[in-house]
């Protein structure tokens, strides 16, 4: 062969010397098969619940635009401003008790006026269509039903009326945008709440209004009209695009981390696929050596397993990308109820196309290597290969930066955060980087090491740096895939553990709201009356937006900044407002005094230290909040530390009793049980006594917590495995790597007299003095990304199980040493004399 042959040659011979099973490149084809399938589930999963967010926006919020204040409806003029947008709808939210007999429940009042939905349609339980309820009608909850144990036509109280449950709610159209309730939905007609005596001045409830837009409008250019309009009603916006920010949220952070796990999978994957090319090749010495001595050239030899490679390639992406498509309604199974998303088949073209793209150019980068190294020995040097290793090609670089290069191109174009995902690739590098000098540093410092006097172990130890030892190969892939069981292990940990530790730890068992003032007293009887040992704490509730803040002579107005500051969520919309004489329990001052307990000078203001922060807040500054449309400003005194873990009554803002005590406002109330005591009889008595009071019970909200948080660690453990999975294949492909050079030492230490024991148990220390050193890498490894996926993208705390995961680690070494083990099987069964004629 004088000249290059072409590419339909090429693929002829190279189609004729591939397997029809693809043996020797199964690991390649496992290892694209998990990081496409991975990125193709995670793109086609996000994308399709993006798709139903942005698609049903005006459903799910339940109009075009919603305007939300607390204790009070909208004003004639404000109703006036809306209904020249379009049809509106209003209605109330509000926490509240129902009881049928015996039987009481903390439940979620949604009233809502005859126009209810604008948008979508309201679904009961039967698959019948419906409206907003009549007066005295009410569509509950299947948990609303199960708790009061009624059924559909029977009667049951909410606050001093009696409604008829005409039916059980299937599918509420706007349920997502009102986010997490604390007690079942019971759908009202709109005079409901205030005829039931809910709404007396100073009680917790919310006016809802959507619009409908007449015509092309945009929703933020209304909000933003609105706002200048009316810069201190207090009002919370949402808008079509935003129809529930916390799934919106969830789905970016959820969506984040997935798609760092697939590039992750696909990092790890890329070792592998190096790692198989390499013994496939290896396999093919002797044709490829064949091919040159008869006439072959170097760019034959790249075409010809190039192509092999490229196909193989091609068809673990395409199978990849498949298994992806149909893993998702499994994904969507386990997300469904937390999130809009069909749990069937969706198809996202992008999604695919991106994960296969990832798929090749990691196939590129990791087979360039190889491949060209193979091209461009002549035939003898290929002959002496298992003796003389081969030495690396410096023209693979190019092919490897320019592969490279497409991946960061592509990871930065198609990311929602691009220094997320760059940060992602460059971390990755700098991982692949350390773990190379680590195997270099193992290599020379087995080296420098005195040599032990027992034979086996200094043979083991030769290994780790002798010429073509595998040692950087096995550092790379047990690194990964012993990070990869630790980070697992750490983040499935820490989600239970912020389920099941602290958060019922520290619960009260009641949270009571809209206790009248006047009562208060009598509430506290009838408490101790019935659990004398129950500690109660009682603090006044308010509802305000925070108006202004800063310095006295040049205060900020929030309606004037283009920008909320970062960390300064208490600015947007109204909050809880309280007022206190003495320090809040689970608070700690950090600057600045608490006033004395009969101030009764100029109104003076505790700010959270964080918030303070965030808004560049000091002593001596003042705020102004708006409470029912009355603006009342104070002083900063000083600063406190919040606990948010007690799960009691805590806020961002606590004035002096001076401040807010003649606003109109409620008392609200936690109950403290002694463990072991019965609730149904205290339950019973306070929606007897207290019926405009709303008693929520906390197991029930931490059970759906619990759901909620566990739906998340389900998602996470299923697309943290598929890092895990791709990690074992590497390291099995490593293995079975090392296993086929190593024939040749094993033949000639049988020729010189070493028993199969012997061979083994130099196998095993070469392995386990790898896998020691690496374990304690990869805890560090391993943990530190756990913490940073837990922290910083979940938001959760930081609380994983240190003995679960030295014990998945402990389990992941078990796993290295008995593949180890497997791997010298077939070493001692290889018959010297075949073997040496092979060489």
Sequence with gaps: MSETISWNTAWRIAKRDLNARFKGLRLLLVCLFLGTGALAAIGTLTGAIESELEGRGQELLGGDLEVEVWQRDLLDEEKAALEELGEISGGTRLQAMASAGENAAPIELKAVDTKWPLYGTLTLADGSEAAAPKPGEAWLGQGAIDRLGIKVGDTFRVGQTELIAKGIIGNEPDRLSEGFQLGPTILVSEDTPAAAGLLAPGSMYQSKYRVAFEGNRSPDDVQEELEEQFPNAGFDFRTRDRASPGADRFVSRMGEFLTLVGLAALVIAGIGIGGGVSSYLEARRASIATLKVLGASSHDIARIYGLQVGAAALIGSLVGLLAGVLVTPLLAAALDGLLP?????????????IAAAYGLLVALVFAATPILRARRFPAMALMRARVVPLSRDGRA????????????ALALLTARQPLLSGGFLLGAIVVLGLLALLGFGIRKLSEKLPRPANPLI??????????????????????????????????????????????????????????????????ETLVQADQADAAIRTVPALRGAILAYGPEDSMIRVSDLEEIPDGAWPLRGERGLTYADELPIGNSLTEGDWWAADYADEPLVSVDQEFATAIDLKIGDQITVGVLGVEKTARVANFRQIDWENMGFNYVLVFSSNALADAPHNIAATIELPEGAATGPLLRQLVKEFPSSSVIE???VLSEARVILSQVGLATFAAASVAVLAGLAVLIGAIAAARAARTYDTVVMRVLGASRRQIMVMQLAEYGILALILAVVALGLGSGLAWLVITQLFEFDWLPNWWEVLAVLGGGLGFVMVFALAGSLPLLKAKPAQALRAL
């Design 341 to 353: 998303v069909d749990t069937g088949f969706v198809f996202e073209p992008t999604a695919l196309v």
């Design 397 to 408: 670089l190019a092919w490897v930066i320019g592969g490279m290069a497409g991946i960061v």
């Design 458 to 523: 200094r043979n083991a130890m030769a290994n780790l740096h002798r010429p073509g030892s595998s040692t950087g190969a096995l550092v790379t892939a047990l690194g990964f895939g012993l990070s990869a069981f630790v980070l697992l292990a750490a983040i499935q940990s820490s989600i239970d553990g912020n389920i099941d530790r602290r958060v019922p730890e520290q619960a009260p068992d009641y949270f009571v709201l809209d206790i009248p003032r006047d009562r208060v007293g009598e509430f």
């Design 698 to 700: 906390i197991g029930q």
